[in-house]
């Protein structure tokens, strides 16, 4: 159900971190194209609909269930209305797409995904950091703790950590104090960190601090939702002691484009 040669797909679009210029053109198009526009009021900004036309009705989903949403949908489109389903940051990442797909699919309604900027991407580009360093880290994690909605037991976050790969921890900022004393436990209490509230947005703080006092500076910063925690090997290296360089642009590196 998911082809663009269906008639009128409903359309799942990311927003993108909160900067309204972070969306992707596609998702603009798409905001600027639709008749109802159903968002997660509870995380995407309202700037972000900027790009709809002022006559798009605009219906924030937080107060609604599964059912609800899925009603409203249908009853828009079975009216021609064209339809956008706006989710914060990328659709695919703790959004709660999967289950709305498969109510959809029940009614035969088509529908496609258009991709956005996730909080974990928009963060890097504000602490001027990359995730993936050469022989420090290649591996990013994207993970939470488990709280009301459970993880599976083997990614709980004391496993993942002990892979000491670069992590970015969505949905745990309440949860502080443990995932403080896991971190502190797989990286040492000295590793560097970082909290990263609201993203690209006006409102947006990067607060640096070590595994050994994460606790206390959320704490001491009132931060209490809509933040991740960026912990890895790599926010211990700064440009004074960069020492391993990618192989991509050694000069004494051969490849298929450069001899």
Known sequence: MTEDT???PVVFVGAGPGDPDLITVKGQQALMNADLIIYAGSLVPKAVLKWAPTETEKVNSASLNL?????RIKTARDGGRQVVRLHTGDPSLYGAVFEQMAELEKHAIPYRVIPGVTAAFAAAASMGIEYTLPEVSQTLILTRMAGRTPVPEKEALASLAAHNASMAIYLSI???????AILSGAYGADSRCAIAFRVSQPEEKIVWTTLGRLAKTVQAENITHQALIIAGRVLDVSFENLVHKSKLYDKNFAH???K
């Open 6 to 8: 269906q008639d009128n």
């Open 67 to 71: 059912d609800e949403i899925v009603d």
């Open 174 to 180: 309440t949860l502080i104090e443990e995932v403080a």
């Open 256 to 258: 298929g484009y450069r």
